[in-house]
């Protein structure tokens, strides 16, 4: 969907958008094509680069907020299709953040030994709880997932460590206001866009900002490295001015920031995970980098982690 697509569909325009997020085009899925349909293809495309087998993945995570139900997992959906006899598959709700809760989640177990060999997932249809009559955030998203497995590391690469922090006090300024059990739907629900998004954009963008500096600066605290240590920074893509901010405040260049969201806008949990393997494949990612990954979403919650190449 590009911009000239939402300009026949919103008050909006090719240069408002580019210019205020960075965004020209972003990924809507077809109709038949949920979550976990997409998750299911990151997962088998991240399970075949790491040559494990499905019986080798003790732990399967799922970050989402547009899930194929309310119950059962995303997580245990991709189990059934997949087929993981010996694992156990849970969903985390941390929006923007997912990808990165999972990392912290699957990094925690697999050190204390409870678990061998996690699948980690981001993947999310926000085309799903997306107002397309809102132009304050209808240009903003888009639909993808990416995926990783984490196993024990035994040459000292891999994640070094990971950091998360929430504030539940700011939650009203990102989220979806009914459909929940507060408020359920019924039959005369007005469906009046409160079942979708809503954003209060500006006050969450200097939030972001804010946020993701600090958890930056705590995970590389807690890997004892700096930030002149640093060969990348992927960032979750949700405004290429938030992304400039977070840079001029970390202090370094743009060209040690990765950035895509041109192509795909605020793919919410499926941001940073789609980001590193496009660094990767375009060759950016070098043995014994320190590459830092850094998101921040509704809740609020964010967090960041620090991985060795
Ligand atoms: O992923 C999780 C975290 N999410 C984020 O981090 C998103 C954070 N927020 C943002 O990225 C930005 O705040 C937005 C892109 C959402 C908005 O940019 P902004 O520079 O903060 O604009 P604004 O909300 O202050 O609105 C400025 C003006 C308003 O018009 P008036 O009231 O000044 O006349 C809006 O109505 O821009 C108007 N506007 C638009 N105009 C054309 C808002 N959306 C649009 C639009 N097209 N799509």
Known sequence: MTNADLEKIVDTSDEWIVTRTGIRQRRIAQDDMSSADMAVEAARRALEM???????I???ITGTVTPDYRLPSNACIVQERMGFPNAVAFDVVAACAGFINGLSIAQSYIASGVHKRALVI???KLSSITN??????CVLFGDAAGAAVIEPSENGHGLLSTYMKSDGSMRDWLWMPTGGSRTPY???FAFDGTDKIQMAGSDVFKVAVKKMADAVQNVLRDAGLTVDDVSLVVPHQANIRIIEALAKRLRVGMDKVYQNIEKYGNTSAASVPLALDEANREGLLKPGDNIVLVAF???LIWGAAVLKW
């Open 297 to 299: 979403g509704g809740g």
């Open 58 to 60: 003790d732990l399967i």
């Open 122 to 124: 981001g993947t999310e």
């Open 132 to 137: 397309y009559e809102d132009r304050n955030t």
């Open 50 to 56: 790491s040559g494990r087998t499905h019986e080798e």
């Open 186 to 188: 019924s039959a005369d």
